[in-house]
């Protein structure tokens, strides 16, 4: 366990946190994250904002990891390994980083109702997400079979990532135990489901054609 004398932006992160604040949007103080999401969360939750380099930080009960002084608080996800089953936290109390096993960690966290707040660094300017006007594009005849190759790529691909995450098949969908019944294969799922793959596909078709592009099958 090594003491860290400044660990840059995380203190006022668990204040934030710990004081209910830090909402969707918001900039914490002298920092230059921006808070993503807050919400009750689950360990898949983590490890896909650790890999997206965002900033993780769970309300936990830390008496149940040895911080016997301590009740409820706020810490910092430094890194978790999934092959070693352990997780590094910054205790903002002690001031310090802390290997836990993961298991010790979720039952902390979940104790505390699963509280999770997410943030990210960025620009200082106000993010404006602009889209393309796609209204006038038609799609040529023939394509249906392209937009359902892209279409079950993607279900694909968000299969494979929630698989890292833990996810598996479930009867019906439960965060908790990171199970959902959208883990098959996507000629298996239901037609609503492959519905909001295939707008994706369908809008990327025709953002290509909106752009000057031409698709011919070789």
Same mark, same amino acid.
């Given at each position: ?38 919400? #009750? *969360?689950? =360990?898949?939750? %983590?490890? +896909?904002?650790?890999? /997206? ?5 769970? &309300? ?57 707040? #997410? *943030?990210? =660094?960025?620009? %200082?300017? +106000?993010?404006?997400? /602009? ?5 006038? &594009? ?65 809008? +990327? ?14």
């Amino acid at each position: 366990m090594n003491k860290t004398t400044a660990i840059p932006n995380y203190e006022e992160c668990v204040k934030y946190a710990l004081e209910m604040k830090g909402y969707k949007g918001d900039t914490f103080k002298d920092t230059d994250l921006r808070v993503f999401e807050r919400r #009750t *969360a689950n =360990p898949g939750t %983590v490890f +896909t904002a650790l890999r /997206k380099g965002g900033i993780v930080i769970p &309300v936990v009960n830390a008496s149940l990891l040895g911080e016997y002084q301590v009740g409820e608080t706020a810490t910092v996800v430094i890194r978790a390994n999934q092959i070693t089953d352990m997780v590094d936290l910054y205790v903002p109390k002690s001031n310090d980083i802390q290997t836990f096993p993961i298991s010790a960690f979720v039952e902390a966290w979940e104790a505390m109702g699963g509280l999770c707040t #997410t *943030a990210f =660094p960025v620009d %200082v300017k +106000t993010y404006n997400p /602009k889209l393309i006007d796609l209204g006038h &594009v038609q799609l040529p005849e023939g394509f249906d079979e392209l937009r359902e190759a892209i279409a079950e790529n993607a279900h694909d691909m968000w299969a494979i990532e929630r698989q890292s995450e833990g996810w598996t098949f479930g009867l019906k969908r439960d965060d908790s135990k990171l199970e959902t019944p959208d883990m098959v294969p996507y000629a298996q799922l239901p037609e609503s489901e492959k519905q909001y793959d295939r707008l994706m596909a369908e809008d +990327t078709l025709k953002l290509l054609i909106a752009l000057g592009y031409k698709i011919e099958k070789g």
